[in-house]
């Protein structure tokens, strides 16, 4: 038949959202920037200056996927568009990992050089240009008032959550095996035990910046901690409502057991997370802990 499809691609259709997310995004930025510094009407520190583009790009995220899942139930989704969207969520995740290797290797700079750096500004104290590296000599201890700065314990509530992390990674495992083999009911089990401890994890992290003693802008310790932890909990949110919407597909019928690819990046996502927090707890928490001493629990650390 003349026009028939003759290949396992899918050419997608001309769709208006890429433009849209562009220009949700580009309201998010000046909506930054009014929260920031005042932007026309809108005055500094207007939280709900970040509304509008936040609105337009939730509109536009549910309107794209929207249509990526009716294109799967037409049957673009063939075994050859499924590689290749298993290759693109690949190096998402690789681009995600690069991300936190910035943060690793800003804290790794200011833990390993700061000797040399503190030494090479003490040379010469009456130099401008090597002020700024004076702050190396106060690694950790010291905050820009004058107090010290004490790590968190890592065996109190970042243990907790490092526990809580890695019985989430066993139930949606679990939920992935028994979607595999159609036992949705177990999958669906496990999956809302997922998102539980995913809420859970994020409402210690709430308790834990409010015990913090120390600040993102008074130390070099406290910018590395809140970076580091602060995108982590933010990857945490993200993973948990991407679950939140394969569960409701699941509970809804949309998800097979011999097609699952949604389900299946959040899992992938979903342990991304738990690996990185695995990092964060050795170097962030426990390095620190071990190196500088640690505050009781709930004494402000």
């Given at each position: ?6 290949h396992?691609?899918?050419l ?21 920037a009014a ?9 500094q ?18 309107g ?18 499924q590689?290749s ?11 995600e ?10 804290f ?25 590296l ?5 690694w ?5 008032d ?7 314990d ?24 028994a ?15 997922t998102?539980?401890?995913?809420i859970?994890f ?5 308790v834990?910046?409010a015990?913090?003693?120390f600040?993102?802008?008074?130390s ?25 919407v ?7 019928g949309?998800?097979?057991p011999e ?28 390095t ?11 004494s402000?650390?």
């Amino acid at each position: 038949m003349a026009g028939a499809v003759k290949h396992d691609y899918h050419l997608v259709k001309p769709s208006p959202w890429p433009l849209l997310g562009s220009l949700s995004l580009l309201m998010v930025a000046l909506g930054a920037a009014a929260y920031m510094k005042g932007l026309w009407f809108i005055p500094q520190g207007a939280l709900w200056a970040f509304v509008p583009g936040f609105v337009c790009l939730i509109f536009v995220l549910i309107g794209w996927w929207g249509d990526v899942i009716k294109e799967s139930r037409g049957g673009d989704h063939t075994e050859v568009v499924q590689i290749s969207l298993r290759y693109g969520m690949v190096l998402f995740i690789a681009s995600e990992v690069m991300f936190f290797v910035a943060w690793f290797w800003s804290f790794f700079e200011m833990t390993i050089f700061h000797p040399f750096r503190a030494n090479a500004a003490h040379m010469d104290l009456a130099n401008p240009a090597l002020e700024p590296l004076l702050k190396w000599s106060d690694w950790p201890v010291t905050q820009v008032d004058g107090h010290r700065v004490v790590p968190f314990d890592p065996f109190h509530l970042p243990l907790i959550n490092t526990l809580i992390l890695l019985l989430s990674g066993t139930t949606v495992t679990w939920a992935h095996h028994a979607l595999q083999v159609g036992d949705r009911r177990s999958a669906i089990t496990g999956l809302s035990l997922t998102i539980l401890l995913g809420i859970s994890f994020t409402a210690l992290q709430v308790v834990e910046y409010a015990q913090a003693g120390f600040s993102y802008d008074g130390s070099l310790y406290g910018s590395a901690f809140f970076m580091a932890t602060g995108f982590h909990g933010a990857h945490v949110v993200i993973g948990t409502l991407f679950l939140m919407v394969c569960l409701g597909r699941l509970m809804a019928g949309g998800m097979k057991p011999e097609k699952h690819l949604g389900f299946e990046f959040a899992a992938w996502y979903w342990h991304f997370v738990d690996v990185v927090w695995l990092f964060l707890f050795a170097f962030v928490y426990v390095t620190p802990h071990l190196v500088w001493g640690a505050g009781p629990p709930g004494s402000g650390h």
